[in-house]
């Protein structure tokens, strides 16, 4: 099974008739098992973190929408595989959530570089977040993207604290327009402690 390889291939997708049949309780279920993998921060960020199962969710809903077959599979593929978290990383996508387009504006214009700014700290070690490098998150001009690809790269000794559940970690940014750290409840711990080998 490809979960197991960390990496989605064809045959772990529903063919799109039974996905189309499947879709809402599939889509109901998902929200579930998201739940407690979506950690908000501060007043904008909202950190989603990702999963073998989000991501094959993610690239069945692109098919459906889209309808693009084979030809569209494989850059979903190439687009969401990095995302699945290899056995000792966690990987999330990270979006700043501002409804009114001139405030949203204003604030990316200021929080450039702020992918690498964000950490996790797991009692008092910090493990800083490495950015997805497929495109730059920041522009030239120094404007943020709204959404950020990152992972959380942890060592064997941070995996078995994070894993026993009986640890104290605080997921943070300490860009100096963006400041704010918040703790992850015992069911956030466990529900990604699931993404570890």
Request: charge should be negative; glycine fraction near 6%; avoid cysteine.
């Amino acid at each position: 099974m490809s979960k197991e390889k960390r990496e989605i291939e064809k045959q772990d997708l529903m063919p799109a008739e039974a996905y189309a049949e499947s879709r809402k309780k599939i889509r109901k279920e998902l929200v579930e098992f998201k739940k407690n993998r979506r950690i908000a921060l501060g007043p904008y960020a909202t950190f989603y973190f990702e999963s073998f199962e989000t991501m094959v969710a993610q690239i069945q809903e692109m098919l459906y929408i889209e309808k693009g077959g084979d030809e569209q599979l494989k850059d979903e593929l190439t687009a969401y595989n990095p995302l699945v978290p290899n056995g000792k990383e966690l990987t999330a996508t990270l979006m700043f959530e501002i409804d009114n387009p001139l405030s949203r504006g204003v604030f990316l214009g200021k929080v450039g570089g702020i992918e690498k700014n964000i950490f996790i700290k797991i009692e008092n070690v910090v493990v800083k977040a490495v950015p997805e490098d497929d495109v730059d998150r920041t522009s030239a001009e120094g404007k943020a993207s709204s959404v950020q690809f990152i992972h959380f790269k942890f060592n064997d000794d941070q995996i078995i604290k994070i894993k026993s559940g009986n640890v104290s970690i605080e997921l943070g940014i300490d860009h100096k327009e963006y400041e704010h750290t918040t703790k992850l409840t015992e069911e956030n711990i466990k529900s990604l402690s699931a993404d570890f080998i």
